[in-house]
């Protein structure tokens, strides 16, 4: 028992003893610095992530990953001296483009090298006193080399010639008058040329814009997209050439500058999910037109042929497309017209854009286009600049032509 009793009091000896010990390690403990709200956050670097440079914008701030409680107290990080924020360069300014009224009028000048064949040419060969085969050889052989095409050509040369006869003397101006309203009549200015661009209901209306390679497609999207937000339309582009990196590139740059949407998808995609997002946007967003440009192909490609027809149908999940648009080169001439034949049979195109026509003495491929496709040319290029694109007029194209009139 008396053992007992001396244990006990060994071991509350003990205890008070190591007590003793310990608080005062904790008193001595430093005091934990207060976290003020006003701490500036503690920056972590990602691996491989470039530290922040000084004066640099204020850097995202990655959350600390949440780890266990330090042994040592954070570091309290000095207060950085208050930067100035760097000025934030403005947005660039959205343009407006001009209407589309009257614009060939004003870009008729583009026409100069066309209308040194049908103005100067033509007209010159009209208004000599007398007109023999051969001069009329001479006329016919005028317009073939200006791509109005053989039949076209025979047609418009019969009906001078008979009217010339009837008509018998003639001053300049009338035979002015007689050439214009022939090259109207081959123009057939009956046809709608109206681009089918508004929307149907909450639906947008949708324009695929295609071609063979190099035809300014991606420049002809940009355009038509000014065209139509100048008109007062709302539109939205899809970037469906995923051939080429560059093309959703320039049509990012073409919608930046006029405030449209772009939807590209990344490089190689299919570009059929590209143009079916488009839509899909599209219609989401409200907007009244999307644009869907497509890949250059050769006209001789098959599989590339049946991918556009795969890219439509699958838009076409949507609702109907509204317009096809074919953009032809009018440098390329007669060589064109078989392309175009070939586009028409894969996708049903319901307008052409003849985009160059500033490039060439050709201009009259447009006859040629209408008559050998039945399609009417709804818009021309008239060069590089972006609103060097307008609504195709007949009249107004011939007076362009001839060089004469308003
Ligand atoms: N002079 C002139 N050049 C034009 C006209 N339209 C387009 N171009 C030029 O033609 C070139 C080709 O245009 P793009 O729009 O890149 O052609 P694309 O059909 O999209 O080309 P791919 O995607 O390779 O098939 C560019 O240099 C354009 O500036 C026009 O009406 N006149």
New binding site residues.
């Given amino acids: 028992m008396d053992y007992v009793v001396v244990a006990l009091v060994m071991l509350g000896v003990l205890v008070l003893g190591g007590l003793g010990l310990v608080v005062p390690r904790l008193r001595r403990r430093p005091p934990v610095p207060p976290v003020t709200p006003s701490s500036p956050p503690v920056v972590t670097e990602r691996p491989g992530q470039a530290p922040p440079v000084a004066g640099a914008p204020t850097p995202v701030v990655d959350a600390p990953p949440a780890a266990e409680a330090p042994a040592v107290p954070a570091p309290v990080v000095p207060a950085a001296p208050a930067v100035e924020a760097p000025a934030v360069p403005e947005a660039p300014a959205v343009e407006r483009p001009e209407p589309s009224a009257g614009r060939l009028v004003r870009l008729r000048a583009?026409l100069s090298r066309s209308q040194n064949v049908f103005g100067k040419g033509l007209l010159g060969l009209l208004s000599r006193d007398h007109i023999d085969d051969d001069t009329w050889e001479e006329i016919e052989d005028s317009l073939i080399g200006a791509d109005v095409g053989i039949e076209a050509t025979t047609a418009i040369v019969e009906r001078l010639r008979e009217r010339t006869r009837v008509l018998g003397t003639k001053t300049a101006a009338d035979v002015r008058a007689l050439l214009a309203e022939e090259l109207v009549a081959a123009l057939e200015p009956g046809m709608d040329r109206t681009l089918r661009s508004a929307p149907t209901g909450d639906t947008p209306a949708v324009i695929m814009v295609v071609?063979?390679?190099?035809?300014?497609?991606?420049?002809?999207?940009?355009?038509i997209a000014r065209v139509l937000i100048a008109d007062g339309r709302t539109v939205l582009m899809g970037a469906a050439?995923t051939?080429?990196a560059?093309?959703a590139e320039?049509l990012a740059t073409w919608g930046s500058r006029v405030g449209a949407e772009v939807v590209r998808g990344p490089e190689g995609a299919d570009p059929a999910s590209v143009a079916f997002d488009a839509v899909k946007r599209g219609i989401e967003t409200r907007v009244d037109t999307v644009l869907v440009?497509t890949?250059?192909?050769l006209q001789n490609k098959v599989g590339l042929m049946d991918e556009l027809g795969k890219v439509k149908r699958v838009v076409e999940k949507h609702g109907p497309v509204d317009e096809t648009l074919l953009?032809l080169?009018?440098t390329t001439g007669q060589n064109g017209l078989e392309q175009a034949r070939v586009f028409t049979e894969v996708v049903d195109v319901t307008g052409v854009v003849l985009?160059?026509?500033?490039?060439t003495a050709k201009g009259g491929i447009v006859i040629a286009v209408q008559r050998k496709l039945g399609i009417p040319v709804k818009l021309?290029?008239?060069?590089?600049g972006p609103d060097?694109?307008a609504p195709f007029e007949p009249v107004q194209f011939v007076d362009a032509l001839l060089g004469t009139g308003a």
């Fill in positions: 583009r071609g063979v390679n190099g035809a300014g497609k991606t420049t002809t999207c940009g355009k050439d051939f080429r560059a093309a320039q440009d890949a250059g192909r953009v080169d009018a985009t160059k026509l500033d490039g021309v290029g008239l060069g590089e060097d694109l």
